[in-house]
């Protein structure tokens, strides 16, 4: 049986890193950002029905999907946040279960899930267990504004749109505390690795 294990957090709270880490130990990951940026690529499903319902002012000159107009868009915007998840929530659950199957079906021991609406979407339900990288909010907004170039609100209004972190943290069966340095970072990753081994 292929053991599906979760990787969530906050918004940059070390996921992409973490999952780094255990894809440099030979874990295979499920990246759901990366999945969804695939749908979003033109011609691919994503992007045609994101252009249907929000129109091609979400688009760049060139004729790609503007990320960081749309992103503004629905990080200040409920209404519009839920129509994107009701455009692409389906089709990234799609892409993932069909990836996940991939890999039961060749039978490997442990896939990382590292998905960031885990909980908010229900994909803990698929999981055998579940890890939160955790982070204080100073350091989350501090990390999020410099990795995105984002000022103070924008960065917390990204924040806002998803599950508070201490609430995932409590639904976790293993806290990953990133606050510290890297080092700290991969000695508890080295733990979970020894766990999952
Ligand atoms: C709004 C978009 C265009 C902004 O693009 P941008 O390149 O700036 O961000 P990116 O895709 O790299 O996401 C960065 C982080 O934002 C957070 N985030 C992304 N989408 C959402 C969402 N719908 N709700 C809450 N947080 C989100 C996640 O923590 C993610 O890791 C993009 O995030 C998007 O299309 N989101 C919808 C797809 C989605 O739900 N992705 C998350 C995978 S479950
Ligand atoms: N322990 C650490 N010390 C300093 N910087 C860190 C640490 N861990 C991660 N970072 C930096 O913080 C930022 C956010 O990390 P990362 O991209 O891994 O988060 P994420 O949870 O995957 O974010 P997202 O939800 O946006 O995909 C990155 O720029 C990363 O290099």
């Known amino acids: 049986m292929t053991q599906v294990v979760g990787l969530t957090g906050g918004i940059a709270s070390g996921k992409s890193t973490v999952s780094g880490l255990l894809g440099q130990v030979g874990f295979p990951i499920i990246d759901a950002d990366l ?58 659950r799609e892409t993932i279960m069909g990836q996940l199957a991939g890999f039961t079906k060749a039978a490997v021991p442990a896939v990382i899930l590292d998905v960031p609406l885990l909980f908010e979407q229900g994909y803990d339900e698929d999981c055998d267990l579940v890890v939160v990288v955790t982070v204080d909010k100073a350091t989350q907004l501090a990390r999020l504004m410099k990795r995105d170039g984002l000022s103070q609100m924008a960065a917390q209004a990204r924040v806002a749109a998803q599950m508070p972190l201490n609430e995932k943290a409590a639904r976790a069966d293993i806290v990953i505390d990133n606050n510290g340095d890297d080092n700290h970072l991969r000695q508890q990753v080295a733990q979970l690795v020894k766990r999952l081994n």
């Open 35 to 92: 999945v969804a940026h695939r749908l979003q690529q033109p011609g691919q499903p994503g992007f045609e029905r994101l252009v249907e319902r929000f129109g091609r002012s979400i688009l760049t000159m060139d004729g790609s999907l503007d990320r960081q107009r749309l992103g503004q868009f629905v990080f200040n915007n409920q209404d519009a946040r839920n129509q994107l998840n009701q455009v692409m929530q389906p089709l990234i």
